[in-house]
């Protein structure tokens, strides 16, 4: 059995990956990020590293629900530096729920 030390550890660990994952690639660590989901939508959610109120975190990868085709999709973060000014404007209009 994992004492709860070594388990607190690994918990830490695994978001430190996460979120120095998130800052080398170049995306937003917290608060509201631009994510594209498989239909190809932009919009904005809050994406927290190891935090998930509204979605199915799949790794990397969460299934969270897209306001804009109004569907569940799987949503994965957009650097905005790739982004078009139109695009930027676009995922900026459209924000998924906020929960606090």
């Known amino acids: 059995m994992i004492s709860r030390h070594r388990r607190l550890r690994l918990v830490l660990a695994a978001l430190l990956l996460e979120t120095a ?46 306001p804009v085709g109004r569907h569940w999709s799987v949503v994965t973060p957009v650097k905005r530096s790739e982004l078009t000014d139109e695009e930027a404007g676009i995922a900026g209009e459209n924000a998924d729920i906020r929960i606090p």
């Open 21 to 66: 994952a998130l800052w080398q690639r170049g995306y937003g660590v917290g608060g509201n990020v631009t994510v594209r989901c498989r239909g190809g939508h932009l919009f904005t959610t809050i994406w927290i590293p190891g935090v998930s109120l509204k979605a199915i975190r799949l790794g990397w990868w969460r299934v969270q629900y897209c």
